[in-house]
């Protein structure tokens, strides 16, 4: 345990904001756009199709903007030692200041390096009772890796 009994903040270098999952929606939405009108180009079997009139389209959309409504900006990740609690702080598109509260008791985590193209990433998954409830790679939402080691660091003391 911490023996100061200050509470540790860790926020992200770069805090992400609601305007940034938007713009992710319309990137999304514009490729799946491009890709509707390319397809009738790139495939010469077609005649006359009419765009957006494919099934396929609306539901790749679709599940593409539910995602990223449901999607979750990480703002702030605290360890309140007073209380004895993780406090994690966050956005989404729909909602302002949300935030998951977890007791030490309820907590467990997982630090460990992930396989990716780029080689590997470190990732931190947390849980409350058995329930995932923060799954952090490095670099996602503005966490770099020394932030993530911190907190990692952080939460060994409380074991």
Same mark, same amino acid.
């Given at each position: @345990?911490?023996?100061?009994?200050?509470?540790?903040?860790?926020? +992200?270098?770069?805090?992400?904001?609601?305007?940034?999952? #938007?713009? @992710? &929606?319309?990137? !999304?939405?514009?490729? =799946?756009? %491009?890709?509707? =009108?390319?397809? +009738?180009?790139?495939?010469?079997?077609?005649?006359?199709?009419? +765009? /957006?009139?494919?099934?396929?389209? #609306? !539901?790749? %959309?679709?599940?593409?903007?539910?995602?990223?409504? %449901?999607?979750?900006?990480?703002?702030?990740?605290?360890?309140?030692?007073?209380?004895?609690?993780?406090?994690?702080?966050?956005?989404?598109?729909?909602?302002?200041?949300?935030?998951?509260?977890?007791?030490?008791?309820?907590?467990?985590?997982?630090?460990?390096? &992930?396989?990716?193209? %780029? !080689?590997?990433?470190?990732?931190?998954?947390?849980?409350?009772?058995?329930?995932?409830?923060?799954?952090?790679?490095?670099?996602?939402?503005? /966490?770099?890796?020394?932030?993530?080691?911190?907190?990692?660091?952080?939460?060994?003391?409380?074991?």
């Amino acid at each position: @345990m911490n023996l100061n009994n200050e509470n540790i903040i860790i926020e +992200p270098n770069r805090k992400h904001t609601r305007k940034d999952l #938007f713009f @992710m &929606i319309l990137i !999304g939405i514009a490729f =799946f756009v %491009s890709a509707e =009108f390319l397809a +009738p180009v790139l495939r010469h079997n077609l005649r006359n199709k009419i +765009p /957006f009139a494919d099934g396929f389209f #609306f !539901g790749i %959309s679709i599940i593409y903007i539910v995602y990223v409504l %449901s999607r979750k900006i990480y703002q702030k990740i605290e360890i309140d030692y007073e209380n004895n609690r993780l406090r994690i702080e966050y956005i989404t598109l729909l909602k302002k200041d949300c935030e998951n509260i977890i007791p030490f008791e309820e907590l467990e985590y997982e630090y460990k390096k &992930i396989a990716s193209r %780029s !080689g590997g990433k470190w990732t931190l998954r947390i849980w409350k009772n058995n329930k995932k409830k923060l799954n952090l790679e490095e670099r996602d939402y503005g /966490f770099e890796k020394e932030n993530i080691d911190l907190l990692v660091e952080k939460l060994k003391e409380l074991e």
